[in-house]
């Protein structure tokens, strides 16, 4: 078990001593030191201490482990969008979700790498990634027409968000010097106004 | 067969007239007709009165005959970006490439709407979709600096122009009044800059 995953094991204990927690912390884990394909439901209830039964009382299949944070994510942004000032234009009230997911992400920063180096590896991952962010981008949209927002503008802005955060996302991953992910992404909302004004 | 099926096979056999064309309209004939899941290599390759030998020398599955036009996509986008006047900004040579992109599809519109249903069917085809979408941005995101734009400029541009065509795709596949699938893009630029002015 490398520094980082003892690293990260201790900042989840804090906050998921649940079966649900500790079935997450162990299936990184594993995936991390061995491999995801190579890691099966038993070994990673195991590790947790619990039977598979309680395993897929909490997940569908192994790849759900690492996409169910997906679900508040998304509440995260609706809501925001949601909850953004009346006078806020479309664009504004993304980022305002857009960078509030950053800070989630920045607050979970380990947890969120480590899970990255195992989606990086598997094409499968990476293909349901894509979906979820493409959920997201529906669900922003229609958080935007629930504002009174027209199409297209509530998919062009809730497109332009995702696209904002997937660059953000791959510099901050790639960051040895660790910038806050969310001031990078209002930096990235400043840019994208500038590169399509053209 | 349906009445749709059988002009997009008129409209194919004139530009088609070889195996692979063959073969791509058996399988698209097979997926609308009776499901992707049900259709096999063998019910292919006899619809298009060819061995499956033959099939797997043009395509490595099932799933990459309605993925094969995207190696031509990508070569169109990259050099459109690549020959646009050196005085474009990056936004407007994406621009260029996405409406470019766009004019090849309404050429080839009853194929494409055909294929559309197909991948609409199943969850594994949308995802393949989108990592050929991701594959796009990268290359655009690539020509452009080779071009000598900086990140993130470049991938910000090239995000963008892939987020304009998703959704100009979805509303042209869903016109009744068949718009031109070009001019919608060329309006969703202008719409764009107009959301991310705010």
Redesign the interface.
Known sequence: MSLTVIRYHQGMSRWEPNARGRLMQAALELYVGQGFDQTTVAEIAELAGLTERTFFRYFADKREVLFWGAGALQELLVSTVADAPESD????AISAAIQAAGAVFQEQREGVLLRQTVIATN?EL???E??KL?SLVSAMAGALRQRGVAE??A???A??GI??L??AF??WIGEANEQDLAQLIRA?FV????????
Chains 1, 2 share one sequence.
Not at 89 to 92: G, T, Y
């Open positions: 234009a479309p664009i504004v094409t990476q293909e349901r894509l979906i493409a297209p503008s998919s062009l802005s497109e332009a696209a904002v997937k660059i791959a510099r990235l840019e994208l106004k500038i590169v399509t004004a053209s």
